[in-house]
């Protein structure tokens, strides 16, 4: 279905002028008018969505963030157009290591439906506070904590019908004024493959997952305030059966570990906080247990694991915010083939990915200006064992490119800078403007830097190319500019932004020159394989919000955004940038009942990378609907999403790589059809 600039579709439904930017419904935002170390960010509840199997998915409704689907729990955050580990993304103030070299278990994968309270996100450039690694922005899930002098629980649960899929969780804080505790779980399930508007299985898309969960938190003051606390937090995650059609390999199994120590300190006058947290995963997945294999293709399983630490230390007084990071991790991947005992490759093997930062941020109002000036020095150090192809006696292409990695030096070590300059200034009461600089600079993922022979093991690009990695890959940096407004009176509000990001030293896959790489690559079926190299790119575009208050019950709302990523070193875009959308629709809200009417129009995707041989998409536009009803102790919430069943391509969801389905191998996966939901909620 293509879609002309005009959005015929949407002004056919102009009525239904919407977007997620409702706090009762959808998203609400926050933005910095005083005070120190505060922002402008954009938030959603789970409460407030339809129903969802990952957290990921919350992202489509919030300005200028895009979700890039490789699977129903595998969803990469993409925002403005940059995607995996340049979006800082923590969960429950934690950025720890996945176990997946392919990014199965992304990090928003981590968070639990039940215990999230909201995901939130910084609009526009992030401030050095927010995370080590900003260049592409900044997304935080926000998680429940153990809070004193109360006991109360919530159970939750919901279904959705294409996929079969079902959640139910419960949540319960137990306390007294110096005790704490708190206690979640969630199971979730599909079972049987989702389909498009066109009747077309989406297989695999199955899944099982569960994920259990408490913290303890000791009051260490004589109130049953927060403020002196220390907690201790655990949380396991398993993940089995579980489809990812875009990716070579369906998951297996994800077991993961994660403990988190923390605490709050009243110290003279600065506030302490600290952290120290660590996880152990351990992931399988394989090409044969979930997908028909093709005769002619080998049976491939892959054992990765990964080790990692996450701690901070930060003191905050008036205007000062100060702080020290630290992150390290280890990762190994072994490939082996269950129909022949003697195949076995080193994918990643003794890898280390640590990083040590220092920052400092000021924050204060001058007149009509309130200033956010910030600074991180940050020092990255990476390294990896030797690695072995069992094939590389008779291979000699692979022994070539196997001797050359294990001769080389493999440490690398580099120091980085952020400096963040954010501004507003209050015209009126009601207008203020907003204004944007930074230099920002990030280190290439253990995958770019390690990856030794070509392989699929991207972290999660899904294009289908394999790639070589190159260890002494500069960093990136980004120098951003972005402009806005924000417009708040009576019953309208108007919210856009502008952005440019200039990047040099930009990390992405290239054709490959090497000709043992190419003859490796040709030897397992691809005759054009990619290298990770450091390129020149721009992306520019804007992000708008608006909503107006009708009448006392109803009220519109607006989210549109658009983003172009380009080469600057040759004529060609940039890979997997999320299509220009406009969200419209109409709320109702009388009493406890509250319906919503929204129309999505997402626009021909044609600005495509040549060099990774991607497919432009057309545009599209859908209809979904929402009603529900929510008293003090329960909530009752249905809506069918898809309405008209339109059958489309999702630019972002890559292209399906299993044989014997519906779909063909190569072809851009299709969205999901016409999906009717329900989800409920009792509290206590």
Same mark, same amino acid.
């Given at each position: 279905m293509k879609l002309s600039l005009s959005y015929l579709t949407v002004s056919i439904a102009a009525i239904l002028w919407s977007s997620t930017i409702l706090a009762q419904e959808s998203a609400f935002e926050v933005i910095e008018v005083t005070g120190q170390h505060q922002g402008s960010y954009s938030a959603i509840t789970t409460e407030s969505s339809a129903a969802v199997a990952d957290i990921s998915a919350l992202l489509a409704n919030l300005p200028g963030t895009a979700v890039n689907g490789n699977g129903p729990l595998t969803g990469i955050a993409q925002y403005r157009g940059l995607f995996g580990d340049r979006v800082n993304t923590q969960v429950n103030g934690l950025s720890l290591a996945g176990a997946g070299p392919n990014a199965m278990d992304t990090p928003l994968s981590y968070a639990s439906l039940i215990n999230t309270e909201r995901l939130e996100m910084t609009r526009g450039i992030a401030p050095v506070s927010a995370g080590t690694n900003t260049l592409g922005g900044s997304l935080k899930v926000i998680e429940s904590q153990a809070r004193f002098d109360e006991v109360s629980g919530t159970v939750a649960a919901q279904y959705q019908g294409n996929g079969d899929q079902a959640h139910i969780g419960a949540q319960t804080n137990l306390a007294n004024d110096?005790?704490?505790?708190?206690?979640?779980?969630?199971?979730?399930?599909?079972? $049987?493959?989702?389909?498009?508007?066109?009747?077309?299985?989406? %297989?695999?898309?199955?899944?099982?997952?569960?994920?259990?969960? #408490?913290?303890?938190?000791?009051?260490?003051?004589?109130?049953? $305030?927060?403020? %002196?606390?220390?907690? *201790? #937090?655990?949380?396991?995650?398993?993940?089995?059966?579980?489809?990812?059609?875009?990716?070579?390999?369906? *998951?297996?199994?994800?077991?993961?570990?994660?403990?988190?120590?923390?605490?709050?300190?009243?110290? $003279?006058?600065?506030d302490l906080n600290w952290h120290l947290a660590y996880s152990d995963a351990r992931h399988g997945m394989d090409n044969f247990s979930e997908r028909v294999k093709n005769d002619n293709a080998n049976a491939r399983y892959n054992n990765a694991e990964s080790q990692s630490y996450d701690s901070a230390i930060t003191i905050e007084q008036d205007a000062?915010?100060?702080?020290?990071? %630290?992150?390290?991790?280890?990762?190994?991947?072994?490939?082996?083939?269950?129909?022949?005992?003697?195949?076995?490759?080193?994918?990643?093997?003794?890898?280390t990915d640590n990083t040590l930062?220092?920052?400092?941020?000021?924050?204060?109002? *001058?007149?009509?200006?309130?200033?956010?000036?910030?600074?991180r020095v940050k020092h990255y150090q990476t390294d990896a064992g030797e690695v072995n192809h069992s094939m590389a006696g008779s291979m000699p292409a692979i022994k070539t490119l196997m001797d050359r990695y294990n001769s080389a030096d493999r440490s690398q070590s580099q120091t980085g800078v952020d400096l963040v300059m954010n501004g507003r200034y209050q015209v009126t009461p009601s207008l203020s403007?907003?204004?944007?600089?930074?230099?920002?600079?990030?280190?290439?993922?253990?995958?770019?830097?390690?990856?030794?022979?070509?392989?699929?093991?991207? #972290?999660?690009? +899904?294009?289908?190319?394999?790639?070589?990695?190159?260890?002494?890959? +500069?960093?990136?940096?980004?120098?951003? =500019?972005?402009?806005? +407004?924000?417009?708040?009176?009576?019953?309208?509000? =108007? $919210?856009?932004?502008?952005?440019?990001?200039?990047?040099?030293d930009y990390?992405?896959?290239?054709?490959?020159?090497?000709?043992?790489?190419?003859?490796?690559?040709?030897?397992?079926?691809?005759?054009?394989?990619?290298?990770?190299?450091?390129?020149?790119?721009?992306?520019?575009?804007?992000?708008?919000?608006?909503?107006?208050?009708?009448?006392?019950?109803?009220?519109?709302?607006?989210?549109?955004?658009?983003?172009?990523?380009?080469?600057?070193?040759?004529?060609?875009?940039?890979?997997?940038?999320?299509?220009?959308?406009?969200?419209?629709?109409?709320?109702?809200q009388r009493g406890n009942w509250l319906a919503r009417i929204e129309s999505i129009a997402v626009a021909a995707q044609d600005k495509v990378s040549k060099t990774q041989l991607e497919q432009a998409s057309s545009g599209y536009g859908l209809v979904n609907l929402s009603l529900s009803y929510d008293a003090d102790t329960w909530m009752v919430k249905t809506g069918v999403n898809n309405l008209f069943n339109t059958d489309y391509e999702d630019h972002l969801a890559g292209y399906n790589r299993v044989s014997n389905t519906d779909l063909a191998p190569g072809q851009r996966m299709p969205g999901t059809g016409l999906n009717a939901w329900v989800t409920g909620e009792y509290r206590f």
């Open positions: 110096q005790h704490a505790l708190l206690l979640y779980g969630d199971l979730m399930q599909a079972n $049987s493959n989702m389909e498009s508007g066109a009747s077309q299985a989406i %297989a695999p898309t199955t899944y099982d997952k569960s994920m259990v969960g #408490g913290q303890y938190r000791l009051n260490l003051s004589d109130t049953s $305030s927060e403020d %002196a606390s220390i907690a *201790i #937090g655990y949380q396991h995650l398993e993940t089995t059966n579980a489809g990812t059609p875009v990716l070579p390999m369906d *998951i297996d199994f994800i077991r993961t570990d994660r403990v988190k120590l923390e605490g709050q300190h009243q110290l $003279s006058n600065w000062w915010l100060l702080g020290l990071n %630290a992150q390290f991790s280890e990762h190994n991947s072994v490939i082996t083939d269950p129909t022949k005992p003697m195949f076995r490759v080193d994918n990643f093997n003794d890898v930062s220092a920052f400092a941020q000021w924050q204060q109002d *001058i007149d009509q200006w309130n200033w956010q000036l910030g600074l403007w907003v204004i944007g600089l930074a230099r920002k600079q990030d280190s290439a993922s253990y995958q770019q830097r390690y990856l030794w022979v070509p392989m699929q093991s991207t #972290g999660g690009l +899904a294009d289908g190319r394999t790639y070589v990695g190159k260890m002494d890959l +500069a960093l990136e940096t980004a120098y951003q =500019l972005e402009l806005g +407004a924000d417009y708040h009176q009576d019953n309208f509000s =108007l $919210s856009p932004r502008i952005f440019v990001h200039r990047i040099d990390i992405q896959g290239v054709t490959a020159t090497d000709p043992v790489v190419i003859m490796a690559a040709k030897m397992m079926g691809d005759d054009n394989p990619m290298e990770f190299a450091n390129v020149d790119a721009q992306l520019l575009g804007m992000d708008i919000t608006a909503s107006y208050q009708l009448s006392a019950h109803w009220q519109l709302d607006m989210m549109a955004s658009y983003v172009s990523g380009e080469r600057r070193d040759i004529d060609d875009n940039l890979y997997r940038i999320a299509p220009p959308k406009l969200n419209l629709g109409l709320n109702y």
